[in-house]
């Protein structure tokens, strides 16, 4: 069952980014009709088996990092970094790199030679940092690495945020979204209701945000708590005015968990009730508009930890660029995390 959890997250996570892609730039909802129509074209991938759609930076860099986690067994800050700049200068312009992080990697790579990994994301935004969701959209490979250790989590969603993006906001970004896709992997559908997995996202973010200039992530939990448990299902204006949907960290993670946090309380829109469980949270988050492929694959990233990769459908392995990529990547880190259970369990036996 882990290993589909697994898969199911990096498939949805990609899926999510390469549909999401095709909205990102209208900033506005996406009708549900429009991505029904859109899933009924991708069904003709498996006869054809050509890719009908790219993923984006979301992905790129996702897949980079976990290559690096594999590789190296553990994190190496050097590794990833050189890894996210040479993809970064290699990339076609469909990977849609938002237009500040060239100066990180041209500093990276040009003026230090990656000697200073963590000084050219800090001198962004005048020294302030990126607050962008760039941290956390890349992220979910760390929940998967270390999964059933939540300080080790932490520790490197906030490393790999800082190679990038060194805002407070968007490190504390990346360790929400990588605790919902750890918290997504320990529990089960029908184990865990909305509330209890809303809680345990508060718990950590009441921990996280002390001594921050603003508790945009306590507001933010709050207002989708509030608007969950509301009768009306919120519109999508007044979910973008109240929580937003934009390039900001804060407001895309939350839009992810909102999106999930709606399909485990069942309070999806019944017109994606023919989809799986999965695919609704996918095409739902998207639904949301703005920042719709980062959205689309944080969402993801959660349900297929959630659910598994039993809800997706087949012709999703054809359609989409990386799929075997993703789905071999997941299986590594899976295999990664049995070898630890298992050295953990030697040492016990030794011990006793
Ligand atoms: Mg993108």
């Not at 989590?153 to 968007?170: G, N, R």
């Not at 921050?212 to 933010?220: D, L, Q, R």
Request: with cysteine; hydrophobic share 40%; aromatic share 10%.
């Amino acid at each position: 069952m882990l290993l589909s959890k697994f898969k199911g997250s990096a498939l949805a996570a990609l899926a999510g980014d390469c549909i999401g892609a095709r909205y990102e730039s209208m900033w506005r909802p996406v009708a549900y009709q429009t991505l029904l129509n859109l899933e009924e074209n991708l069904k003709s991938a498996e006869k054809t088996s050509r890719r009908s759609l790219h993923y984006t930076d979301d992905t790129e860099m996702a897949h980079e990092l976990a290559k690096s986690l594999v590789e190296n067994g553990k994190f190496v800050a050097k590794d990833v970094a050189s890894k996210f700049t040479e993809t970064f200068f290699e990339s076609p312009p469909y990977r849609y790199y938002g237009p500040h992080v060239r100066n990180v990697f041209e500093k990276l790579e040009k003026a230090s030679r990656f000697s200073d990994l963590f000084g050219p994301a800090s001198e962004q935004f005048d020294g302030q940092g990126s607050y962008g969701n760039g941290s956390a959209m890349r992220v979910f490979p760390v929940a998967l690495f270390c999964h059933g250790n939540q300080e080790l989590l932490e520790k490197l969603a906030a490393l790999s945020a800082k190679l990038t993006h060194a805002h407070i906001d968007a490190i504390n970004g990346a360790k929400l979204q990588a605790s919902a896709v750890e918290i997504a992997l320990s529990s089960s559908d029908g184990s865990i209701s909305w509330l209890e997995f809303w809680q345990k996202l508060k718990d950590l973010i009441d921990k996280l945000e002390v001594d921050v200039p603003e508790k945009v992530y306590t507001n933010k939990l709050d207002m989708i708590k509030e608007l969950i448990a509301r009768e009306e299902v919120a519109s999508v204006h007044e979910f973008e005015d109240e929580v937003g949907t934009g390039i900001k960290a804060s407001e895309a993670v939350c839009a992810a968990i909102y999106a999930f946090l709606m399909c485990l309380a069942d309070r999806q829109p019944s017109e994606l009730s023919s989809l799986s469980k999965v695919q609704q949270v996918v095409f739902y988050s998207i639904s949301l508009g703005g920042d719709t492929d980062t959205i689309g694959t944080m969402a993801g990233a959660i349900a297929g930890a959630f659910y598994g990769d039993e809800g997706l459908p087949s012709y999703w392995l054809y359609a989409f660029e990386g799929a075997e990529m993703a789905r071999d990547l997941a299986t590594k880190l899976h295999e990664l995390n049995e070898k630890k259970n298992r050295d953990i369990s030697q040492k016990q036996c030794r011990l006793s």
